[in-house]
T-cell receptor
Framework: SQQGEEDPQALSIQEGENATMNCSYKTSINNLQWYRQNSGRGLVHLILIRSNEREKHSGRLRVTLDTSKKSSSLLITASRAADTASYFCATDALDTDKLIFGTGTRLQVFP | EAQVTQNPRYLITVTGKKLTVTCSQNMNHEYMSWYRQDPGLGLRQIYYSMNVEVTDKGDVPEGYKVSRKEKRNFPLILESPSPNQTSLYFC??????????FGPGTRLTVT
């Protein structure tokens, strides 16, 4: 059962532009996490936002969470070619011990 | 260095030949998990373990077995691999409710 769905599936931008990815989920959560994956490699954790938080920052990353809409967004500001990767949201659902991933957004940043 | 290791990284095998993919972590994490990643489907959880001798099914457990006899190790066993188990496999570990640390992945091809 897919808990998180990212939008868009793919995004292409120029260096210096901002990239916004959205995630929607279905059930109540403890927290929502964003991960990055370079092609074929292991996922790397970016940021975790708890259900009682609305916004969180880490460097050029800004994550928002709207539990009433069951949605989150990841904003990468001033993007760089090195930000090219796939980005996944994952939800830690309230009544399970599972972390459920969405299908991801493929971000391409052109120099 | 804190890490999750998986072996082998690449494996080509034939239908029905039992195989084991090892996973080990050195961060004293209670929670460990196996995922498979297939194009267009994102990451799907196979099995997870909350602690030693405690394992539970994820979303796609059919055809797989796991064991958790020691805290640091969580091997994935395919008793009789089939071609539909050709995939990219990731092991991950974490403290409960926290960000997950992923291994580098094992690319399995079953012919």
């Amino acid at each position: 059962s897919q808990q998180g769905e990212e939008d868009p599936q793919a995004l292409s931008i120029q260096e210096g532009e901002n990239a916004t990815m959205n995630c929607s989920y279905k059930t109540s959560i403890n927290n929502l996490q964003w991960y990055r994956q370079n092609s074929g490699r292991g996922l790397v954790h970016l940021i975790l936002i708890r259900s009682n938080e609305r916004e969180k920052h880490s460097g050029r990353l800004r994550v928002t969470l709207d539990t009433s809409k069951k949605s989150s967004s990841l904003l990468i500001t001033a993007s760089r070619a090195a930000d090219t990767a796939s980005y996944f949201c994952a939800t830690d659902a309230l009544d399970t011990d599972k972390l459920i991933f969405g299908t991801g957004t493929r971000l391409q940043v052109f120099p | 260095e804190a890490q999750v290791t998986q072996n082998p990284r690449y494996l080509i095998t034939v239908t029905g030949k039992k195989l084991t993919v090892t996973c080990s972590q050195n961060m004293n994490h209670e929670y460990m998990s196996w995922y498979r990643q297939d194009p267009g489907l994102g990451l799907r959880q196979i099995y997870y373990s909350m602690n030693v001798e405690v394992t539970d099914k994820g979303d796609v457990p059919e055809g797989y077995k796991v064991s958790r006899k020691e805290k640091r190790n969580f091997p994935l066993i395919l008793e009789s691999p089939s071609p539909n188990q050709t995939s990219l496999y990731f092991c991950a570990s974490s403290f409960p409710g926290r960000e997950q640390y992923f291994g580098p992945g094992t690319r399995l091809t079953v012919t």
